[in-house]
């Protein structure tokens, strides 16, 4: 490493060598701050190490135990609650949300089902009115103009990524079901009982121990405008309303918030833990969390399109199974098209891949630019299966 590369702690298995070198290799050309990485087989750690800087100025080192919001990569745990009531018999995939939700029926979603909620395409990708940060942290608020709003599009027929709308769609779901938030409901009965260390929100007790998101370079106001002028409406609500990034998400206001789409804060191997629930078929660490056919429900693919959303961001197709994006032809969870898993805004990844009983978590705080496949979390995965 050059004399310029923090020093990398943690531990390697040898056959997974490769691992540390772009770990290493990360922190030098795409100029990581902060990161951790954590890679389970068959539910054994082979890889766990992490290195860099917890804030800006350098000042905290990253620790083994560094706490981050991974955004987007939250959807995978939220997702878990869903599936888990289901594998109950207490929700019904198939139902209408209205059966569980009433006031959702509004405005033409009589026939919006839960299905359409996990995969994006309920058409609710985000408000059609300004919604600022404090409303979004407001529950009850943001739920009912969900409630009351009309879709975007004809739900079912697309997906449209709900970028900040699908926790508090399949959360509010979860909770009139179970009675509880996804946070607390989470916590009750996955991070607790198998000792993860993650949350939705962050304690303020957990605040000491939390990394400093800084964003990548700004760009241009011009180049602003002319992203937001390949948009449709329906992109530029679930992305820009209201306007996020990581001044927002280190704020008092966000930590506190229960925002289950996006302010999940965990380590590296809490998100690898989550995602080889996943991996194990339902069961890690000899719990069983989900039966085997629920855990193989996830992956469900909904449809190969192009994302209504992101695709003129992604310039492909993709598919999303009933919660997480499916690997696919491109290979975003590696070679394995059935392999699934998450990214979250700036480069944060949970994976899963059953056929390799393969989980991995990558949590960073120098947020890239990239909604997804940040060439950081692909450099990674590539070297993962290159060990496999």
Same mark, same amino acid.
């Given at each position: 490493?050059s004399?310029h ?7 390697c ?27 389970m ?12 800087w917890?804030?800006r ?8 135990d ?8 939250t959807?995978? &745990?939220? /997702? ?5 009531l +289901?594998?109950?018999g207490? @929700?019904?995939?198939? !139902?209408p949300? #209205? ?8 405005a ?8 359409h ?14 919604h ?7 529950w009850?608020l ?7 709003m009309?879709p975007?599009w004809?739900?079912?027929?697309h ?6 709308t ?5 959360g509010?779901?979860?909770?009139r ?39 990548? &370079?700004? /760009? ?5 405008? +002319?992203?937001l002028?390949? @948009?449709?409406p329906? !992109?530029?609500? #679930?992305?820009a309303?209201?306007?996020l ?22 380590t ?14 339902g069961?890690h ?10 855990a ?6 909904q ?24 690997s ?15 990214d ?12 390799a ?9 120098r947020?890239g630019?990239?909604i ?13 299966y290159?060990?496999?």
């Open positions: 490493m004399e590369a923090p020093q990398v702690h943690g531990h298995d040898a056959r997974f060598a490769a691992v540390r070198t772009a770990f290493e290799e990360n922190f030098r050309e795409p100029g990581e701050l902060g990161a951790a990485v954590t890679v087989v068959d539910g054994v750690t082979v890889a766990d190490l992490w290195g860099g917890a804030d100025a350098r000042t905290r080192a990253w620790e083994r560094t706490l981050v919001n991974v955004w987007s990569t959807k995978g &745990p939220v /997702a878990l609650c869903a599936h888990i +289901a594998d109950r207490l @929700l019904d995939l198939d !139902a949300v #209205a059966a569980y939700w009433p006031e959702f029926a509004a033409g979603k009589e026939g919006v089902l839960v299905r909620l996990l995969s994006h395409r309920a058409g609710l990708s985000g408000l059609r009115e300004p600022t940060l404090e409303q979004l942290c407001d009850e943001t739920t009912g103009r969900l409630a009351a009309e975007w004809e739900p079912g027929t997906s449209g990524y709900h970028a900040m699908y926790g508090f769609l399949v509010e779901v979860v909770r079901v179970s009675g509880l938030l996804p946070g607390a409901f989470l916590e009750r009965e996955v991070t607790g009982p198998l000792g993860i260390d993650f949350t939705i929100g962050l304690p303020e007790k957990e605040a000491g121990r939390a990394a400093e998101l800084v964003h990548s &370079p700004a /760009a241009s106001s011009g180049e602003q405008s +002319a992203v002028s390949r @948009l449709a329906a !992109a530029i609500a #679930a992305l309303n209201p306007p990034g990581a001044e927002q998400a280190n704020s008092a206001e966000w930590r506190s918030a229960e925002i289950p789409a996006a302010n999940g804060h965990g590296a191997r809490a998100v690898a833990a989550l995602y080889a629930i996943l991996a194990g078929r069961s660490a000899g719990r069983r969390v989900l039966s085997a056919e629920a193989e429900r996830v992956r469900e693919g449809g190969s399109c192009r994302d209504l959303v992101l695709g003129a961001v992604l310039a492909r197709d993709t598919e999303i199974g009933l919660g997480l994006w499916l696919g032809p491109t290979g975003s969870y590696g070679p394995n098209p059935r392999a699934f898993g998450h979250g805004f700036g480069g944060s990844c949970g994976l899963a891949d059953p056929e009983g393969l989980s991995m978590g990558y949590v960073m705080n947020m630019p990239h997804a496949d940040d060439p950081r979390k692909t450099a990674l995965v590539k070297a993962v290159e060990a496999l």
